[in-house]
């Protein structure tokens, strides 16, 4: 993801290294992974001198590293709220105002989800004609990778929210795997018109009708997220973090019955000796590390939450994923696209629809 | 889950085998094989006399069962309402009529799920004091098998339908599974009280403060149900439905990446020979024969739905159900507690909990 005809001159990022799990650690080495692999851009790290310069002390991406001390932090267990009132000085909020200031194009950070949106809303503000931000996740598929949202940005969505959600998603797809014209669906109980509740139904008519640049399939289920049927899947945040829980459970218990199959028996672990090459590519399959990232659709900036369990190569995915967002900016696009198309939706929506609906059947 | 001590005379099953995707092949040889492995049971078989009496007349179970001519069929694409006002002469009317005149105990079809519910519901009636019916699933875990309800009855649940959700699939674990006292959790984006809708925490309220007797765990989230943290997991339709399906396609995809690891090259294939029996059992646990069959909570009776494309290991599994549970019946001790808890509920909700919630922040 990275564009070697860009130098490190080009691109400048910002890295809370004070939110993760694991504290600097992985967050420094993540970064020095990134540039290993050949990511050229500059980084403003936010965080504790003394415990980063010892860290990047024999890196070789030192040089592209300006350390900016802080030793406050946002917890885990901070209210949003709390932290916009009292967070100034944290290593979050310092990292937030540098892409405001235009210091640096993007921001990358493993902390407080809340918090972390929350600043980002305060400092950068919406996208202009966006209602509310949505939070993305990659997930690999039997094609490639699919992007869900939203995965926890807001537990509902009305229609008008859903039809911004598909334009945002498209976007990015479009700007991190550069495919010209993603497919998009939107996630419901049954690919026929007639399933789901109102509001879906909604979203669907105006993406169908208001939206005519957007590949746009209608219907997917929960198994065609990891079919890849298509290459964004729309969702409010319950429902989106519900699905992608849900897969990563049931991935991680067939990991668990595969590895016992493997290692069960003297003579399975003999066996196994055999598909070494298989199983290494299996592992690196399974390893959500090279799909963390979660991305901050609607805020006037590139905003990337990582995995505040993120191991460096994690941080290192989440870094490249910033980069490679901050050097193909689509805020216009979404801006003109979202504006088009709410113009033209309300034809194709009933009033009731635009709030969450009545109890419809399923079946 | 079948009861030696029972003799075929103790229980009569009603059987739909015109509603699979495969015809009556499946059915016929799903009861065969049901019976083999031991369950005592009459059978009443719906269906096409000409295809059912070639299909039986070699097999063992053949004198446990009464074949009952019919040729008409509900499709998969008939409205629920037309088979209610059309639909008499059906195999999968017909067998709820069974069901509803005393003849048989519990209806299995792997027919079109809304026709059957609107079957259930109109020829059995609703349990007392249930507002809506409910279906279930199994979900093999890393512990065992976790129940999810509901997976598709209702796209949407207020806090009360949530309650009884509870109820009623925390009294099907305790017949099916022989648990006392089964653990429960709502499905919810995050473990902590404040997350989710309001619905859903004023659920949790009338679970922990007015029904005593429940092992109410609170809040899980989607990964909870592959781990087996609760042996019950309680959601509205849609998200159950979004939980369970994107949890097979994460499986089926971690099984593709599997076979190709063991199959992808010569060594590959010869290493696996050495695994053989653990390889076998892996994939006895990925394939969803074994949990095959979906219970219809909320009726007065006993109602499967087997998978339309069941083979016949899976229509065994879903009438094993429908044997068990008609052995076991809970309705009376779901009527009574329904009752008890919606009496207390009131003092634990806000009047506004009741109705779908308005927005609330995830975060």
Chains 1, 2 share one sequence.
Not at 64 to 71: G, K, N, Q
Request: hydrophobic share 45%; aromatic share 4%; proline share 3%.
């Amino acid at each position: 993801m990275t564009d070697a005809s860009n130098t490190a001159g080009d691109l400048t990022l910002a890295i809370d290294a004070m939110g993760g799990d694991a504290g600097a650690q992985p967050v420094v080495e993540g970064v020095a992974f990134a540039v290993s692999k050949g990511l050229k851009a500059k980084f403003l790290i936010f965080g504790d001198a003394g415990e980063l310069e010892p860290l990047l002390a024999q890196s070789a991406a030192r040089k592209y590293v300006d350390i900016r001390h802080t030793d406050k932090i946002v917890a885990m267990t901070d209210k949003p709220s709390h932290v916009i009132r009292r967070g100034r000085d944290t290593s979050m909020w310092a990292a937030m105002s540098a892409v405001r200031d235009g210091e640096a194009q993007a921001v990358v950070s493993g902390g407080n989800t809340g918090a972390l949106m929350a600043l980002a809303r305060l400092q950068l503000r919406m996208i202009e004609g966006v209602d509310r931000p949505a939070i993305t996740a990659l997930w690999p598929t039997m094609r490639g990778r699919t992007v869900v949202l939203d995965v926890g940005a807001n537990v509902e969505a009305d229609a008008n929210q859903l039809v911004q959600c598909a334009i945002m998603g498209e976007a990015f797809y479009r700007a991190l795997m550069h495919v010209e014209r993603p497919s998009v669906g939107l996630l419901n109980v049954g690919a026929e018109d007639l399933k789901g509740h109102e509001l879906i139904r909604a979203a669907a008519r105006v993406l169908r009708e208001a939206d005519p640049d957007m590949e746009f399939k209608g219907f997917v289920e929960g198994n065609d997220i990891s079919k890849g049927t298509v290459d964004v899947v729309v969702t409010d945040g319950f429902s989106g973090n519900v699905a992608l829980k849900s897969a990563e459970g049931a991935a991680r218990l067939v990991g668990s019955w595969v590895k016992e199959a493997l290692t069960g028996t003297i003579n399975a672990k003999f066996g196994a000796l055999f598909m070494a090459p298989g199983l290494r590519k299996l592992k690196d399959r399974i390893d959500p590390s090279s799909n963390n990232g979660g991305f901050f659709l609607g805020v006037n900036g590139v905003v990337v939450k990582s995995h505040g369990g993120a191991d460096a190569r994690g941080v290192a995915s989440a870094v490249n994923m910033a980069a490679s967002l901050a050097r193909r900016p689509f805020r216009d696009e979404v801006a003109a696209t979202v504006k088009s198309v709410m113009q033209r939706q309300e034809k194709f929506t009933k009033p009731d629809a635009i709030a969450p609906a009545a109890k419809a059947a399923a079946l």
